[in-house]
């Protein structure tokens, strides 16, 4: 189940801005550790390009909007699919380099409290670059979803944005992860 909250579980509120745990970024974790996978897993060192890959994975996703039901917040069941290309290259040097883009198709849901239908885009963007063996590593992520209903005062945005680098010794020198959520104004 998907929630926005700060560390202790409550709800983000409109243009609140929080550091959300590394647990709780499970695409960004599964993309670097297929990275270091690749990277380490002894790849010719000359330069080549990995076929890009297109995926398609369904949404089944529960959502908390705190700017729905008059603001006082409610629950959101989603469902559609999410389109993914990614594309990568090893370098010379045995390092791996990709970036990836992903995008909600049909993604449609319904207010677990007031029955309410929303619509939900979605992009995800995200690149990564190993060394061989793994490291230095650098993995940047910028998620932007927008929510919509119909009548003024539903509509929201949420960022999030999270950045890793790794030096060479294995030691992160650099690491954010930042979420903030926006109720959109009752009229543009």
């Known amino acids: ?32 550790a297929f990275m270091c996978v690749f990277a380490c897993a002894g790849f010719p060192v000359a330069a080549s390009a990995a076929p890009a890959r297109v995926i398609r994975v369904p949404v089944d996703s529960r959502l908390f909007l705190p700017c729905a039901n008059g603001g006082a917040g409610e629950v959101v069941h989603f469902t559609g699919m999410i389109l993914g290309v990614t594309s990568g290259t090893f370098d010379g040097a045995g390092g791996f380099h990709s970036v990836s883009v992903e995008v909600e198709q049909g993604v449609h849901g319904v207010g677990e409290t007031t029955g309410r239908r929303y619509v939900e885009h979605f992009v995800n963007l995200s690149s990564n670059t190993t060394g061989s063996g793994g490291f230095p590593l650098v993995s940047t992520q910028q998620l932007i ?7 003024p005062g539903f509509d ?18 650099v690491s954010f992860d930042e979420a903030t959520m926006e109720c959109l104004a009752e009229s543009p």
């Open 1 to 32: 189940m998907l929630s926005w909250g700060d560390a202790k579980g409550e709800p983000l509120v409109a243009g609140s801005s929080v550091s959300r745990p590394t647990a709780l970024r499970p695409l960004a974790a599964v993309v670097v």
């Open 156 to 173: 929201s945005t949420i960022r999030i944005r999270n950045h890793t680098t790794i030096n060479a010794n294995g030691e992160t020198t």
């Open 145 to 151: 979803y927008r929510v919509n209903s119909a009548g």
